[in-house]
């Protein structure tokens, strides 16, 4: 089975995949390491030279490929779900769990990280409305299961997906 995880930035895709992976005896594959990775440069590099159009071409191949895996949990970029195709790939080929986080927590998180080049900004507060406007009807469309993250431990997140997703795998398809 592979699980996608989807959210804003800051919401914990990174550390609760791979605490999940660990859980479930996956591999924890995160999307972005991976673009950084194959391309030899980091996402805000990335940005500059190649815009977000380049960015999000990258992303949507390389989405494509690691969907392609199986028993793996993906921490996907959280611009991920714009494209089409890649809501596509996401749902044809695994849970996909939206961890949902407040604006507020987004700030907390993301504060200090400078590899985020859509937060380079005077105002990043508006920023992260702005793309939450735009994002959550489409985090929501994809998801299979969506889960609060605020002020929550991961450990105690990583219970709630796990006990959702023996409830999924119960149903009848």
């Known amino acids: 089975m592979n699980v996608f995880l989807v959210g804003p930035m800051g919401a914990g895709k990174s550390t609760i995949g791979r605490l999940l992976a660990q859980e479930l005896s996956s591999t924890f594959i995160d999307s972005d390491k991976v673009i950084e990775e194959r391309s030899g440069a980091d996402i805000p590099w990335i940005f500059d030279v190649e815009g977000e159009a ?9 989405i494509s490929e690691l969907t392609q895996l199986n028993d793996c949990v993906l921490a996907t970029g959280g611009g991920v779900v714009l494209r089409p195709e890649n809501r596509e790939c996401l749902q044809n080929r695994g ?6 986080t407040s604006i507020e927590q987004q700030l907390e998180r993301t504060a200090r990280d400078r590899n985020r080049p859509l937060l380079q900004t005077a105002n990043p507060e508006e920023v992260l409305r702005k793309l939450l406007e735009q994002r959550d009807p489409l985090y929501k469309s994809c998801a299979d299961i969506i889960i609060r993250t605020d002020k929550r431990h991961p450990r105690a997140v990583i219970q709630e997906i796990l006990r959702q997703l023996k409830q999924l795998s119960k149903q009848p398809s």
């Not at 380049?54 to 390389?62: D, L, P």
């Not at 849970?95 to 949902?100: F, N, P």
């Open 95 to 100: 849970v996909v769990v939206y961890l949902q």
């Open 54 to 62: 380049g960015f999000r071409e990258r992303e949507m191949a390389v």
